[in-house]
């Protein structure tokens, strides 16, 4: 198993850029790979990104492509967030989750943490 804590969220301006992060608990950290997903008020939680175990491939939802930037450090048990160019739309919060395989469906992450609300300002 593993515990995941989520820090980073606050209110930004449109335009302007924020980093999420992720700290996981256990030491099979390594072994698990990593997703980001999102849920805005109303609305369905959607993917957001995922990185595998070594961080060495990464995959984004085509809303974020070009603007969000996900990163891993296995030694530290974090995984990250960097998002810039932000805007109303990105306003939700953001689950940090762990799974087996790398994937963009939410139904393969059985390890999830509480979140964290990022809030754009226009």
């Known amino acids: 198993q593993v515990q995941l804590v989520e820090s980073g969220g606050g209110l930004v301006q449109a335009g302007g850029s924020l980093t999420l992060s992720c700290a996981a608990s256990?030491?099979?950290?390594?072994?698990?790979?990593m997703g980001w997903f999102r849920q805005a008020p109303g609305k369905e939680r959607e993917f957001v990104a995922t990185?595998?175990?070594?961080?060495?491939?990464?995959d984004y939802a085509d809303s974020v492509k070009g603007r969000f930037t996900m990163y891993r450090d296995n030694a530290k048990n974090t995984v990250s967030l960097q998002m810039s160019g932000l805007t109303s739309e990105d306003t939700a919060v953001y689950y940090c989750?762990?799974?087996?395989?790398?994937?963009?469906?939410?139904?393969?992450?059985?390890?999830w943490g509480l979140g964290a609300l990022v809030t754009v300002s226009s």
């Open positions: 256990g030491r099979a950290f390594k072994s698990y790979a």
């Open positions: 990185i595998n175990q070594s961080g060495g491939i990464t």
């Open positions: 989750a762990a799974a087996h395989v790398s994937s963009p469906w939410r139904n393969q992450y059985p390890y």
